[in-house]
């Protein structure tokens, strides 16, 4: 969904559907709060912007990005009615492995959850080589991937009412 001049935030209202109507989910990680918490706001902020009522909106906090497909999990069994989650977190590229385990693990992760359940999850989750690329794109020079991730899960909600048997 990137735009040619790479700002995440972009979006025309116009191709969007009305979120009036649907419920999201929010799972955010506490690792790298500077990051997440602007994600989240980009997210917050795009949904309240194409229609959705802020109480439709539920988040949850969990630990790290490793920690998402789980709390994204929970959420999914513990609210019968929401049409999307977005799952926040940020990764940042270090002296060791630890980055690809858990960029590894948590794309999977969220792989897996969109095959088990019939709720998308969306990947909003910062793998960047370091933290500056993070804060450019977490409301920064190159917009907000939360923007970019709650745009996404309003399409996402709609394919899935759309796509009712």
């Not at 972009?10 to 979120?19: L, S």
């Amino acid at each position: 969904m990137a735009t040619e001049n790479n700002n995440l935030s972009i979006y025309d209202k116009a191709t969007i559907p009305n979120a009036k109507n649907f419920r999201f989910g929010i799972v955010v990680s506490e690792w790298n709060p500077e990051i997440t918490e602007g994600m989240f706001q980009g997210a917050f902020d795009a949904l309240l912007d194409c229609g959705a009522i802020s109480e439709n909106i539920v988040r949850w906090n969990v630990p790290g990005s490793f920690e998402l497909v789980y709390g994204s999990k929970r959420m999914i069994q513990s609210y019968d009615m929401l049409d999307a989650v977005i799952a926040i977190g940020n990764v940042i590229q270090g002296e060791t492995k630890h980055f690809d385990y858990v960029c590894e693990a948590v794309s999977q992760g969220i792989k897996d959850l969109n095959v088990q359940y019939d709720i998308p999850v969306l990947f909003c989750v910062l793998t960047d080589n370091n933290k500056q690329q993070s804060i450019d794109r977490s409301g920064g020079k190159h917009g907000n991937k939360g923007t970019e991730a709650a745009i996404a899960a309003i399409k996402m909600a709609q394919l899935r009412k759309d796509a009712k048997f």
